[in-house]
């Protein structure tokens, strides 16, 4: 009997953390002398998370860091498409733009992080989201969404492409009557993909840049106290919201794509 995908999700959730408690407390244990752990037990982790109350501040903790990855994510994915429909439109690009977006996947983020502080700059005011973090969240879109809407729109069914060329269509015709309802659940599916690539984007723009709100500057803090318990907290939030805004992008695919979801494998 198969499981249903929640029943799955949630005996592999406990497993990883019955697997993460005898971890910390085997292979990880305090130096000599000190009370430091680098892998701090799940029960540090809850007491650090709700018995200290830390959970009460976290929205002002990655309230910055959701606004940049949000406007980082809508320009890349912007920016994306428009290459994509570019690809289409003039085919003889195609190689160009597929280069650029494979050079914006193949770049070192850490590098190009570095420069970008230099160049853009962090926040103009404290609590205001880091112009790197927007950067850098905008450029890990780019080759996801590029790739996956070029191939969404090359999968469109060639004899309805046929059907409006021959009554006179133009390409941006079959653009937006054939390619695009063809692409859609590709493009859609990148941009679900794109959304905890964006948030880990502005996690490293906010850690690289100098800037005084986010989970960036919040990671340094709690790394400079040696708290591991703070510190791997704040690693599990990241991990939650970005598979809570994953999941949310998942249901509006199924949403606007049932076709999609209903067909059988």
């Known amino acids: 009997m198969r499981l249903p995908g929640w029943a799955a999700a949630l005996i592999g959730g406990v497993g990883l953390v019955v697997v993460w408690g005898v971890f910390s407390v085997l292979a990880f244990q305090p130096q000599e002398g000190t009370t430091f752990?680098?892998?701090?037990?799940p029960f540090a982790v809850f007491d650090w998370l709700f018995v200290q109350g830390n959970i009460l501040g976290a929205w002002n903790v990655f309230q910055p860091t959701i606004t940049a990855a949000a406007i980082g994510y809508a320009w890349g994915n912007g920016i994306a498409l428009v290459l994509a429909t570019l690809v289409l439109l003039l085919p003889?690009?195609?190689?160009?733009?597929?280069?650029?977006a494979v050079v914006t996947y193949c770049l070192p983020i850490v590098a190009i992080g570095g420069i970008s502080v230099v160049v853009v700059g962090g926040a103009?005011?404290?609590?205001?989201?880091?112009?790197?973090?927007?950067?850098?969240?905008?450029?890990?879109c780019v080759f996801t969404t590029v790739v996956g809407s070029i191939l969404g729109?090359?999968?469109?069914?060639?004899?309805?492409?046929?059907?409006?060329?021959v009554f006179g269509g133009s390409a941006w015709t079959q653009l937006v009557k054939v390619r695009l309802i063809a692409a859609l659940p590709s493009i859609l599916n990148a941009l679900q993909i794109a959304v905890p690539t964006a948030f880990?984007?502005?996690?490293?723009?906010?850690?690289?840049?100098?800037?005084?709100?986010?989970?960036?500057p919040t990671l340094i803090r709690l790394q400079g106290q040696l708290d591991s318990a703070?510190?791997?907290?704040?690693?599990?939030?990241c991990g939650v919201f970005a598979l809570?805004?994953?999941?949310?992008?998942?249901?509006?695919?199924?949403f606007v794509t049932p076709w999609v979801a209903g067909r059988p494998s």
Not at 92 to 97: A, C, D, M, N, S
Not at 124 to 140: E, H, R
Not at 230 to 237: A, D, I, P, R, Y
Request: proline content about 5%.
């Open 230 to 237: 703070g510190v791997w907290s704040v690693f599990l939030l």
């Open 37 to 41: 752990t680098p892998v701090p037990s």
């Open 200 to 216: 880990l984007g502005a996690v490293l723009g906010e850690y690289l840049g100098s800037i005084t709100a986010g989970v960036g």
């Open 92 to 100: 003889r690009l195609e190689t160009l733009i597929t280069q650029i």
């Open 124 to 140: 103009k005011n404290p609590g205001d989201p880091s112009a790197t973090a927007i950067f850098l969240a905008a450029i890990v």
């Open 244 to 254: 809570v805004a994953y999941g949310l992008v998942g249901l509006l695919v199924r």
């Open 153 to 165: 729109f090359a999968s469109a069914d060639k004899a309805s492409l046929d059907v409006v060329r």
